[in-house]
């Protein structure tokens, strides 16, 4: 076996304190995989709380959905019905207008021949 130089050996040896250190952060490892899994399965519960959270969410978002469309529906119901009754209302007006002017018509008629026989 032949002589190492001293160089060499000061090489080998800070390999070697590279290893033992990598060896004593590897120690280190199964505990914080642990704790890492800890919080994991944390933020799993936490996700699977959210998702609960949203699933209520939407569901009534689906019920204000449902409420307005169904309250636009009877908004516009009532609209239409109020519509068809003040036009109702405005043809019973014409009717009770052209009565009248038939009336003052037959009147402006009378006032004439009274007109005519007074001359």
Do not use: C
């Not at 119901?77 to 207008?97: G, P, Q, S, V």
Request: charged fraction near 35%; charge should be negative; hydrophobic fraction near 45%.
């Amino acid at each position: 076996m032949e002589h190492l130089s001293l160089e060499r050996r000061v090489e080998i040896l800070e390999q070697v304190e590279i290893l033992e250190q990598k060896v004593e952060w590897l120690r280190d490892l199964p505990d914080r995989m642990t704790a890492v899994e800890g919080r994991l399965l944390a933020v799993e519960e936490r996700l699977t709380a959210v998702e609960g959270r949203l699933t209520v969410v939407e569901a009534q978002i689906v019920q204000l959905r449902s409420d307005m469309n169904n309250g636009f529906s009877a908004l516009s119901y009532a609209i239409n019905r109020m519509h068809i009754e003040i036009l109702a209302r405005f043809e019973k007006i014409d009717r009770r207008f052209e009565a009248m002017e038939q009336r003052f018509d037959r009147h402006d008629k009378e006032l004439a021949a009274i007109r005519q026989r007074l001359e």
